[in-house]
């Protein structure tokens, strides 16, 4: 998870069935950003996800009971900006973020207390950017 000048890292993880595409679960991360959770064999979709950020759509991570007891999927950076929640950060990010100027709210990408000149550069540092969705299979095989 990425850090921010409040030092929070705290994220929502939601667990869908793969299958059924039910939720199955959510949590929101530790302070640090990790996480665990207790769930049945299975197959299942990951979505990791903060407001004002992109989210992160891990697929097919498959639970056997060949398995160890635990599976890491691995560290993902959290790319603040998306203030509009559509899944990339564009210029309505950046529309957005300049009617907030000076207040308080979602378009505090990093959490210092204000929508300031530093949520500007931050969202022009990552404009362009969009969500991602990796199969777990591949990420599991590199």
Known sequence: M???TSGRHIAKIVVYDKITREEITQIETNEDGTF?????LGIYDIVI????YLKKTLTNVELT???EKEINIGEYIMIAGDI??????TIDDFVMLNNNLNKTGI??????????E?????VKNNYGKKAKTENFKD????
Do not use: H
């Open 107 to 116: 378009c505090d990408l990093n959490e210092d207390g204000v929508v300031n």
């Open 118 to 122: 530093i949520d500007r550069t931050i």
């Open 139 to 142: 990420l599991a095989s590199v």
């Open 84 to 89: 509009t929640n559509d899944g990339a950060i």
């Open 49 to 52: 996800k903060k407001e004002s």
């Open 65 to 67: 009971d060949k398995m």
């Open 2 to 4: 990425t850090e921010n």
């Open 36 to 40: 665990k959770i207790e769930l049945d």
